[in-house]
């Protein structure tokens, strides 16, 4: 069982639909967790952090529930350029250093 | 401009002939690391290194070697590439959580 784990879709949704992704973590130890996104062929980039309280960055909404160890990413009123591959990212500080990939959920957004 | 870059950007090489990939950072961030990223497998980190002549050893750190003589670069060295190391590589550099990207190697071993 992967350590990180998404839906790989691909979500095709409608440009104006809200679209929600989740992901699921394994480890308990894991301490800070992040969304990326991720355009085709290119490097992947911060969207937003995770907080324990949640947090919203425009359109785009996070939450963590630590209890049963899941995170969400929440997008209204998609864009076309929201079309990408999201990766949700968890770190953790054990007797390692590092970051932990899921492989992505593929959003396309049509017009 | 705050950037990692990364060279070659493409590389098209026979089994067994070594190669490095170079990478290097102006932000002066004490964490690098590299990653390969396969279809349906993710990002898997290769190595890292938390500073100056510090590395360890990633989730998938076979047929790899790496280097961190100074904090800007980190170079991924294969010295015997093999047709199941094509794969499309980046390396990062980090201040926290946050991770900045190179803008990839894409490797083949023919």
């Known amino acids: 069982r992967k350590e990180v784990e998404q839906d790989p879709g691909p979500f095709n949704v409608p440009e104006g639909a809200t679209v929600a992704f989740n992901c699921t973590y394994s480890n308990s130890a894991s301490q800070s967790f992040f969304w990326y996104r991720q355009d085709c062929r290119k490097e992947p980039k911060l969207l937003m952090s995770?907080?324990?309280s949640g947090n919203e960055d425009g359109r785009f909404t996070a939450q963590l529930n630590r209890a049963s160890q899941y995170i969400s990413l929440l997008i209204r009123d998609s864009k076309l350029s929201d079309s990408a591959t999201y990766l949700c990212v968890v770190f953790r500080m054990d007797s390692s250093y590092k970051l932990i990939f899921g492989s992505g959920t593929r959003l396309l957004v049509r017009p | 401009e705050a950037q990692v870059t990364q060279n070659p950007r493409y590389l098209i090489t026979v089994t067994g002939k070594k190669l490095t990939v170079t990478c290097s950072q102006n932000?002066?961030?004490?964490?690098m690391s590299w990653y390969r990223q396969d279809p349906g497998l993710g990002l898997r980190q290769i190595y890292y290194s938390m500073n100056v002549e510090v590395t360890d050893k990633g989730d998938v750190p076979e047929g790899y070697k790496v280097s961190r003589k100074e904090k800007r670069n980190f170079p991924l060295i294969l010295e015997s590439p093999s047709p199941n190391q094509t794969s499309l590589y980046f390396c990062?550099?980090?201040?926290?959580?946050?991770?900045?990207f190179g803008p990839g190697t894409r490797l083949t071993v023919l």
């Open positions: 995770v907080y324990s």
């Open positions: 932000m002066n961030h004490e964490y």
């Open positions: 990062a550099s980090s201040l926290g959580g946050e991770q900045f």
